[in-house]
């Protein structure tokens, strides 16, 4: 007996469609990849906050992205000033998709052929 | 409390959440940590925050993930006690909604109760690694600093709720060095 119901494949929490969003942000800014505390710092700009995302959550939204192919990740290859080397995320073409909000029905109407 | 400090916290934390993991997991988590805490540092500086400030802000960070690292660490190693850790929220939180329909003097809004959800998964997902890890002195005192400073922050921000999340992570912490001093005799 499952006392925990699994959550819905694909569906992604609030957190992990804001960082999409953010990425897709970046990306439109002409920044293809970003690292964890650059993203913390976004997303808190993007909330009007100055409160940053807490390393736990922030890292574990990271991680279950990457597992669903919405995001890739990389090291960083010569950090510069001796400074620990970033993960540095980019955002997938699937990613970007799923960032993406869904046209409206009138938008949908307009764009689709007859 | 300085920067350098707490971000040697962040790092003790993430060496004992990690470290039943498989190396290349581990290492990668506790390398994301030591940019990220680097990089925080680094930037406040720059914009002229206090050390203290800083110091603070980053501790914020390490304690409101306490929990998320728990799931994380769990989910890699048994979904046991995610479960557990539910099962506890689910049964501590209807207290007060029942002594709501009781007596006047309890009245929880929407916001108490996410507070006192995220506390009580918070305290469960720290003594589920203590359960985990039992009998660990370098767990207890891990426990004890992490509610020490959780005391601190929460006196210095006026916020309650974290200096109770201090005293119940100091007594945890306390429970496991008693036991811990008791099973090495």
Redesign the interface.
């Known amino acids: 007996m499952r ?2 119901p699994r959550r819905k494949s694909g569906s992604l929490l609030p957190l992990e469609r804001e960082i999409l969003e953010a990425a897709l942000g970046l990306r439109a800014a002409g920044r293809a990849d970003f ?4 993203l ?2 976004t997303l808190g700009e993007r909330r009007g906050s100055r ?10 939204a990271l ?1 279950r992205l990457e597992e669903l192919g919405l995001l890739t990740s990389r090291w960083e290859d010569a950090p510069p000033g001796g ?5 540095l995320y980019e955002l997938t073409g699937e990613g970007a998709r799923a960032a993406r909000p869904p046209a409206s029905p009138v938008l949908r109407a307009r764009t689709e052929p007859a | 409390m300085t920067p350098e400090r707490v971000a040697g916290l ?1 790092r003790r934390w993430a060496g004992l959440y990690t470290r039943r993991l498989p190396e290349p997991v581990a290492r ?2 506790r ?6 805490v ?3 540092i ?2 406040e500086r720059a914009a002229g925050t206090g050390e203290r400030r800083i110091a603070l ?1 980053i501790l ?13 660490q769990a989910r890699r190693r048994s979904y046991r006690s ?2 557990r850790v ?2 506890g929220v689910g049964v501590v939180l209807p207290a007060p909604l029942v002594a709501m329909v009781f007596t006047d003097q309890v009245r929880w809004s929407l916001s108490d109760f996410a507070l006192a959800g995220v506390l009580v998964a918070t305290i469960g997902a720290a003594f589920e690694l203590a359960l985990q890890n039992a009998g660990s002195l370098r767990l207890a005192a891990a426990l004890g600093a992490l509610g020490v400073l959780a005391g601190l922050a929460g006196e210095a921000d006026d916020a309650p709720g974290l200096v109770l999340l201090g005293l119940l992570l100091i007594a945890g912490g306390c429970a496991i060095g008693v036991r811990r001093l008791r099973t090495s005799r």
């Open positions: 006392l925990v690292h964890g505390f650059g913390a710092r409160s940053l995302t807490a390393h736990g959550t922030l890292y574990k991680g400074r620990p080397r970033r993960r | 962040v990668r988590r390398e994301e940590l030591a940019a990220d680097h990089d925080q680094a930037h802000r914020s960070r390490l304690l409101r993930g306490v929990a998320a690292d728990a799931a994380w995610v479960l539910g099962v």
